[in-house]
């Protein structure tokens, strides 16, 4: 009976609230480009806004339809390169945010073509708030701002 | 007082001396993306068409340019750039017509006349894509002072590359550039400029 009722003291704490350095996560605004014709790379971009009282970073993301990989675009001197990201720090109180020309989710090894209309369903995770799962609607080459 | 007045001269002295040592001590400038040297800047070239028929610079001629030089597999910055001029060109409301868009591949590895060609369709306006021989794409490179070099990431390849639109008039010759952290507002400036 204690040993039952233990298990289940432990079950409820770790359903329970994490106290007070809790994180709180969201991410919205996800869209996806759709790909080229024929091509195997795309890319996808959201909101993450961290309103906890403790910092939390982005360490991988996974896609519904291949690779993912958070990548960082930085320019120097005129020049575009593009770096894989291990880790994307999201400080408490801040929002950061993914965007064209900046950091980025590199969807890879694309089988089926990305169409607007469509969906593409990112699973990230976070240091300390583990998983969040988001569903990015595919947007035309200009993200829809045409 | 003769004493006061050399102390002085000793110190103006010194500062100088101090500040050429700054001067020559700072950290070198980045090396710009864009070297322009005289008026040899841009073309005339020849490269290839999706249609994989050899493309002279010679068919540009007449009207106005904006060439940007990219990679297919560039999921990011690549498409941005090029659907922003697209919009611009919208905006500017004197159709397609008003100038061209160049789209030249620095990976002509993996990007041969198919990929550029239907790479190109991709932003709901004509865009002309062109990719060449690996000699080629260099020359071109050459020509239009793009820096580009392919940096292996995981079991592929990135490629750094000068990310800034150079706009040549209806004559070839280069005008301005529009860089890809510039403002809407001073971007269609150059562009109405281009093609006044």
Redesign the interface.
Known sequence: MKRIIAALALFLAACGPKGSGATEIRVADAWA???????????AYFTIANSGGAHDALVAVASSIGPA?V?S?S??????????LDRLAVPKGATVKLE???T?V???GLVEPVKVGGNVDLTLRFEKSGERKVAAAVR????G?? | MRRIRLLIWILVALALVGMGLLLLNRRPM?????TITGTSFGGPFTLVGADGQQFASTRLAGKPYAIFFGF??????C??T???L??LR?ELGRGDDAFNIVFVSVDPEQDGP??VG??S????SPVIGLTGSPAQIDRVKKQYGI?SEK?P??D?Y?V?????VLLFDRDGAFQSTI???EQDAPAMDKLRQLTA
Do not use: N
């Open positions: 480009r759709a790909t080229a014709p024929d091509k195997k790379a795309t890319a990989e990548h675009t320019m120097d001197g005129g020049i575009m390169r593009m770096r894989k064209p020309g900046g980025h590199m969807l890879t035309d080459s200009s993200g701002q045409m | 980045p090396e710009p993306a864009i297919t597999h560039c999921p990011d910055v498409p941005t090029l659907a922003r697209a919009r919208k198919k990929e239907s790479y369709t991709a932003f709901g820096f940096v990431q995981g592929s990135t750094d590359h000068s990310a800034a860089s890809a952290d």
